[in-house]
């Protein structure tokens, strides 16, 4: 404990002083504390600076591109389905008709996958698959066969042209 609590006063040999008396008695001054960052209250927001680059044509053509490849590729089986049925001697399916029947045909596969596989992740790879299968079978019959256009037929059937 120090002297002061037990109110004792200390043995003096020496003599004090009045320098010591003076630094005895007043304190040293505190040193100034570094500033501080507020604390910041949750609930206001500081304003945040978003710089977005402007795009260009070519990003929203590319953007349609890939949203017109993957409904195609969505469709492959149907659309596959299609255009055997529209190869058949007086049976013309043409523009929207083609559209429908390919919609329906896919949309049945796609429930038969789903029916049949358990988990619709594993059901969704399945049918992913399916459609890689069914775009592989179409390009090997364009490169296969000379006399067929496949491509060509499926674009004619599926936008209203003559096959």
Request: net charge negative; aromatic share 12%.
């Amino acid at each position: 404990m120090s002297d002061e609590i037990k109110n004792e006063t200390p043995e003096v040999d020496a003599p004090v002083s009045e320098l010591d008396i003076a630094t005895a008695v007043t304190p040293e001054p505190e040193k100034p504390a570094a500033p501080q960052a507020a604390p910041q209250d949750p609930s206001v927001t500081q304003p945040q600076v978003i710089i977005q680059k402007e795009r260009g044509f070519s990003h929203y053509v590319g953007f349609a591109i890939l949203f017109v490849l993957c409904v195609c590729f969505y469709f492959a089986p149907g659309i596959a389905l299609t255009y055997a049925i529209n190869l058949i001697p007086g049976v013309t399916l043409v523009g929207m008709t083609s559209w429908i029947i390919c919609a329906i045909f896919s949309v049945v596969i796609w429930l038969i996958f789903k029916l049949k596989i358990k988990g619709f992740k594993k059901s969704f790879y399945f049918y992913i698959g399916a459609c890689v299968l069914v775009l592989g079978i179409l390009i090997g019959a364009e490169v296969l066969t000379e006399q067929t256009n496949v491509f060509a037929d499926l674009v004619a059937m599926l936008t209203g042209g003559n096959i």
